[in-house]
Nanobody
């Protein structure tokens, strides 16, 4: 059974860098599927942020590309999202997901909110 679990601070301040980690079990991030980050802001639909693939190559949403970095630690079977210069508009539930036969496995999501 494939499982994904997001972790990271739920509270950030504007202009900081948000860092979230997804820990994968039941599969290896060095295999073929894409390993993605998606978010959902209040009252909005799902927004794809980016992914990392088995080679370590990455792809990002054009609207977030300048602020986004996705990396991985293969020894821990984890991949990490970093989103820089955050603003309250980045408030969302952040999900990691495996994309093999579509988006077939998701983490439960982690809420990120902002403090002044």
């Amino acid at each position: 059974q494939v499982q994904l679990q997001e972790s990271g601070p739920g509270l950030v301040k504007p202009s900081q860098t948000l860092s979230l980690t997804c820990t994968v079990s039941g599969d290896s991030i060095t295999r073929g599927p894409h390993w993605s980050w998606i978010r959902q802001s209040p009252g909005k639909g799902l927004e794809w942020i980016g992914y990392i693939i088995n080679s370590g190559s990455t792809s990002y949403s054009p609207s977030l590309k300048s602020r986004t970095s996705i990396s991985r630690d293969t020894s821990k079977n984890q991949f990490t999202l970093q989103l820089s210069s955050v603003t309250p508009e980045d408030t969302a539930v952040y999900y990691c997901a495996r994309v093999a036969d579509g988006y077939d496995y998701w983490g439960q999501g982690t809420q990120v909110t902002f403090s002044s």
